[in-house]
């Protein structure tokens, strides 16, 4: 079970569609085929399926996981709808690529299962059970995927997404299907459909240190909707998307406890899609004229546009990894002949895959490489926190020897290859400090109501243009299949609780808002003094 490590110095290339030239070749491939990985089908691939997943643990341990194939022991009662396999789970050791401990887990669906929940922990669904699993604390004591309780859910889980800096965890679930689980059922068949069946539950998470006593969870509400929903939120507060003009949107940052604050403009001929990369920066997708002509551009909270890039092909729901503690994050494409990002993609409709590393101030791109085979569900990808690695997982054409038993043959074969990103000057950590000092506080203020205020107010709805969403995860966050993840339709309203908060701080802003001048009150071009 244990794989040898070739350690590779070189820049070349390990078969054709790797790292462009300019990008360095891995410092480390770990290869996968000897923990009993087999060839993915290409249609699990395109369809959307959570096939393997790539997490940093912590500088010395990668979590790796994916399908096994063999018989599988019958359950009684099982449901007819479940569609069953097995998922290995492997820990490897930094460098030496030793597994020093596996598992398997059973999944009834082909959904996503893992999440990272940062420092060092992990959130497993199974079925609608979720776990915690903290590798590194439990590989002491020889159980080292020992499943501590986490929350319990008593509905059907439909979504499960986790801030960028792990501190907000959203999930959205459903009543359970009574009946015919081809389509969306909820409790009550003789009663009137339900106009909001969709529960949206929000936690903030906090890290006190290494143990299952180490993380605090704490409900910050919830609210009912008709879709699940993407949401554009930190802990802090939630970006709203305002139409400002023909092609013209505006972005406002609502604070939880009520502050509004005014950012910067966006041209768009689509309806952006937004993730916040840090607590006081975000990324916005866009389109120029048509669905195929997309860019990205980065924003902070100080308002500012900081930079953006153009892309010139198609992409499907991209996934994200973040770094904040040093101002980065990995972008995963799915390249794709069809402009309609919400559609199944047939395996002949994929073009590519591809990650890149981004420094978020300014938009630098760091690093570039391809991944084989293309997996449209991401997480086979994952940067490292300290933002100075990046592991993906890669096919090549691998050379055997001859042996007494064997001639020399090539053969594909994957394999999980860690590059090394450069890292941050004085410059960088000068800029990585100052957006950090715009991070807005977290209040504690229940979020729901934050929610429900924002998206109660007049708003243009999203259209599910292929811009590609904020969502799925990477990394960080993806529905489970059947699920879409985007914005608009009906508002929220908040599920009633017993305890209740008032919102209060600046009044959203009615009028139009002024461009920014150069020009200071009463001055004009012509009487602008020089400087």
């Known amino acids: 079970m244990v794989g040898t490590v070739a350690m590779l110095v070189a820049c070349a290339a390990l078969s054709a569609g790797a790292a462009t030239p300019h990008d360095p070749g891995p410092v480390l ?27 940093f643990v912590d500088d010395g341990h990668l979590l790796v996981t994916f399908g096994l194939r063999g018989l599988m022991k019958r359950e009684v009662n099982d449901p007819v709808d479940d569609d069953d396999r097995m998922v290995g789970a492997f820990l490897v050791e930094l460098p030496s690529g030793k597994v020093v401990a596996r598992t398997e887990w059973r999944t009834h669906d082909r959904g996503q299962y893992l999440w990272s929940l940062g420092h060092g922990r992990f959130l497993l669904r199974i079925r609608d059970r979720l776990t915690m699993l903290e590798p590194m604390a439990g590989a002491a004591s020889g159980d080292a995927f020992h499943e501590y309780p986490f929350l319990q859910v008593e509905r059907h889980i439909l979504a499960v997404l986790v801030s960028a800096g792990d501190d907000l965890l959203t999930i959205e679930t459903a009543d359970r299907a009574k009946k015919d689980s081809s389509r969306p059922q909820f409790a009550g068949d003789d009663t009137p459909a339900n106009s909001a069946p969709v529960q949206i539950n ?48 505006m972005f406002n940052f609502d604070a939880h406890a009520g502050k509004v604050s005014e950012l910067a403009q966006f041209d768009s001929t689509c309806y952006p899609r937004i993730t916040f990369v840090s607590h006081s920066e975000f990324v916005a997708f866009g389109c120029r004229g048509s669905a195929d002509k997309q860019d990205i551009a980065g924003f902070n909270l100080k308002g500012d546009a900081m930079w953006q890039q153009n892309f010139f092909d198609v992409q499907s729901e991209p996934a994200f990894a973040f770094a904040p503690a040093v101002g980065r994050f990995a972008l995963e494409r799915t390249i794709v002949s069809t402009m309609d990002s919400m559609a199944a993609v047939a395996s002949g409709e994929v073009n590519s895959q591809e990650v890149r590393v981004y420094q978020t101030y300014n938009g630098k791109q760091l690093f570039r490489t391809d991944c084989t085979p293309a997996v449209k569900a991401g997480q086979n990808f994952a940067l490292s926190p300290d933002g100075l690695r990046l592991a993906v997982l890669r096919e090549a054409m691998v050379s055997h020897k ?25 410059k960088d950590e000068a800029a990585v400090k100052e957006a950090q000092g715009l991070a807005p506080e977290d209040t504690g203020a229940r979020i729901d109501l934050a929610v429900q205020r924002v998206l109660g107010q007049a708003r243009p709805a999203a259209s599910s243009g292929s811009a590609g969403s904020g969502s799925a995860g990477g990394s960080s ?20 609780a017993a305890d209740s908060a008032s919102a209060s701080g600046d009044a959203v802003p009615t009028g139009p808002r002024t461009p920014p001048t150069l020009y200071g009150p009463g001055e004009t071009p012509q009487g602008k003094s020089p400087q």
Not at 479 to 494: F, I, K, Q
């Open 29 to 55: 491939r770990i290869p996968l085929n000897p923990m009993g990985f087999q060839t993915i089908l290409p249609d699990f691939l395109t369809s959307g399926n959570s096939m393997v997943t790539v997490h």
């Open 202 to 249: 929000f936690y903030r998470l906090t890290s006190s240190g290494p143990g299952v006593d180490g993380l605090a969870v704490a409900s910050a509400g919830a609210v009912r909707a008709r879709v699940a929903l993407a949401l554009p939120l930190t802990t802090r507060g939630f970006l709203e998307t305002l139409e400002g003009g023909r092609d013209s949107w």
């Open 402 to 426: 001859a042996t007494a038993d064997y001639d020399a043959y090539t053969a594909k074969e994957a394999a999980v290859e860690i590059y090394a990103l450069p890292a941050l000057n004085g």
């Open 477 to 496: 966050a993806a529905a489970l299949p059947g699920v879409g993840l985007g914005a608009g339709g009906d508002a929220p309203a908040p599920v009633p």
